[in-house]
């Protein structure tokens, strides 16, 4: 069963150093990722996870991590829960 919870930058931080399995998504449009994004994420929109998630994230038991760009964005919020 999959869980959903808040994860902060520290906590992101620490896995990435750790090499923790981790899938990090970027829910922001594609040229806020094409600016900068952490290492190894990808990018699929809020609005794109209902379509693309099936293809792009098929382990549905995978740790993943959806982020966006600050704490009033809901972008990730949004992506979370979509998935």
Do not use: W
Request: some cysteine.
């Amino acid at each position: 069963m999959s869980t959903f919870r808040r994860i902060y930058r520290d906590d992101i931080h620490a896995h990435l150093r750790a090499g923790s399995a981790m899938t990090l998504v970027e829910a922001l449009p594609e040229k806020y990722y094409r600016d900068g994004h952490l290492p190894g994420a990808i990018q699929m929109g809020h609005d794109e996870v209902r379509e693309q998630a099936v293809n792009r994230l098929p382990d549905k038991n995978a740790f993943i991590v959806v982020y966006c760009a600050n704490t009033p964005c809901h972008n990730s919020r949004i992506a979370a829960r979509t998935l």
